[in-house]
DNA sequence: GCCGTTTTCGGCCCGACTGTTTTCAGTCG
C-alpha cells in the first residue's frame, strides 16, 4: 500500500458529522438518515472500507451505495470529503456541539445560531444566563434552565461513559435475582445491550411482569443496590446504583412480554429493519403488539419465541440482533446453533504465581477448573518468568498435580512474547516440546503488528495468538491489524486465534471473530486468567463468540485434549 | 441517499415524553 488509507473509524466520523451539519441544515431527513445507517456500518465492518471503495466493493455492504462510496473515494484520493467540506464552510463548528445538550436537537440548534447569533458553548452559557434563551418560541425558562445545567456540569463536552459489560452484567444478574425472588414478580428479564452481549453498556435495562406493579417498582426503587431514584412512575422506574450504574425498568401485563422483552432488547438497527419488512406486509410492530394494518387488530405475544414467529422468523437470540445478516437467515430458517457456555471442555489460556502477577498455584487453578467442569487446563505463563531453567522446574511441579487431580489434565504450556522485531523470547527447541503455545503481542503495538503476527502465526510450533490486538476496552485501542490477512493465513496455517474473555480485553472483537469463524480458523474461548475467580470470565467470551456466529464446532475447546491433541499443528 | 415479496420510483419504524402549547413540534430511546 503506497499511502495510509483512513480507517472505518474517521470515516464514519466524518459521516456523522456530514449528518449532523446536514440535520442542522434541515436537508432531506432520509439522507441524514442515509448518511449515519452508512457511517454504523462502517464502524461495524472489520476489514478497511476505504479499500473496499477504491476497488468498488463498498456497495457490497448494505446501506452503503454509490454515492456514499464515492464519498470514502474522495476522503482518500482527495483527503476530504466535498460534500461535508462545503457544508462545514456553512455551519459554525461549535454549533454542532449543541447537539450534544439535553433536549436540543438540530431544530433548537439551528435557531439558537441563526436567531440569536450564538456559535460556540460558551456563548451558549452567557445567552442562557442572561434568560436569552427563552425567547426563542417553543423554548421556556425550564429549557433554559435544563442547558444550563448542563453546561454547568460540563456536559455537551462529554457524553456519559460507557461501562465495561464485564461490570455491567454481574450487577444486572443480581437485579434480576432480587426481583424475581420478590412476591409480586411473575417474570423479569434482562433486556438492552447487556442482554446482547455488547463489550460496553451505558444503562442497564430490566423488564419484568408482575402481579402488583407498584409494590414490584416500590421493591426495586428501596433495593439495596440503589443511591438514588432518577425516575419512579407506577410501571417504570430508573435509579442509579452505589456503583454510578444507571437501572430501568419496566413493568408490563404478562401478555405482552413477548413484545417489551424484544423492543427493549434492541439493536435499534435490529428493531428498525424488522419493522421495515413488516410494514412491507402490512404489519406494523410496536413494543405493545403487533397492528394488523388493514384491520386494525392487535396481536400481542407472551414470549420473544412466539413473536418472530409470528412474522415468519426463526428465533433470533439476542446476541445476533444488530441487523447483521440474521434477519435474513433467520426468515430462511438457516441459524445454526450457537456455542454456549456448558459446551466448553477445557481452559487453554491461562496463569499462575509463577507468573509474578498470578494469585493463585497451579493446583488452586487445576481445581477450580475441574470445579466448573472442564477436563484439562493448559497452563500458559508468561515467557519471561520461565528462563533460567524454571520452565523445566514448573514441568515437574505439573507433573506432580497431575499425579493429584487426574482424571484431569494440566498440560504444559507457555505464553510466549513476540518481540518489537517478531521474534519470539523461548527458544524453537523449546518450544517444540510443549503442549500448548499461545504467542502474543505485548508492547510496542504500532510496530508492523501485523508482520510480525504473521511470522508468528507461520511458526511451526506456535499454536495460537493470544489477544490479537491487545487492545484494553475504554483505555487504549490496540494494534491496527490487517483481520483479513491474519485470519486469511491462521486458516492455512492451521494456527488457532483465541478469544480472550478478560473483560476489558475481549480480543477478537466480534466482527473479527465473525471473519475468522467463517474462514475456518479454530477459536479457543479463553480466560486468560491470573486467578481463580477470573477462570469464571468465559461467559464474556462466550457472548461474544455468538455475537461472532460461532457455532460449537467452531470453538477449539468444546472438544476434550485427546481430540484437539490430533488437530493441533 | 438507499433500496426492492410495491424492483429504477416512491417510499423510508414507532411511541413516549417534555415543554410548550391550545393541538403540537422536537427530542429521545
Redesign the pocket.
Known sequence: MAKTLPRNAELADQLDLLADISEILAE?S??V???R??AARIRETPSPVAELALAGRA?D?????????Q?VVEIVNDGEMH?LTRRRERVPVGVVDF?R?????????ARIWTELGVTTLDGLKIAAEDGRL?DL????????E?ILKALDAGAGEQVEPRRLLGVGLPAVRRAVEELQAHPAAIAVSEAGSVRRRRETVR?LDLIATSSDAPVLIAAFCEGSWVRDVA?R?PT?ATVVGHDELRFDLRVVPPECYGNVLQHFSGS?DH??AL??D????G??????GV?VVETGEVVTHATEEELYDYLGYAFIPPELRENDGELAAA?KGILPKFVELSDLRGEMHCHSTWSSDGKNSIEEMALESKRRGYTYLCLTDHSHYLRDGRMEAQWVEIDAVNTRVKPFRVLRGVEVNIRADGSLDVDEDVLAELDWVVASVHTAFERSPTERILGAIDNPHVDCIGHLTGRRILKRTGAEVDIELIVERAAEQGTALEINSQPDRLDMRDTHARLAGEAGVLIPITTDAHSITALGYGELGIGLARRAWLTKEKVLNTRSWAQIAKIRK
Not at 137 to 144: A, D, I, P, T, Y
Not at 278 to 281: D, H, I, L, N
Request: aromatic share 4%.
Open positions: 432531506e432520509f439522507k438518515i442515509a448518511y445507517r452508512a456497495t455492504l448494505p446501506g452503503i451505495g454509490k454515492t456514499i462510496e464519498k460534500a447537539l445538550l439535553p433536549g436540543v436537537g438540530p431544530k433548537t440548534a427563552r418560541s417553543g423554548l421556556g425558562q425550564k429549557s433554559e435544563k444503562d425516575a412512575g417504570k435499534k428493531n428498525i419493522r421495515e413488516a410494514q412491507r406486509r404489519l406494523s410492530i410496536s413494543e405493545y397492528t426468515r
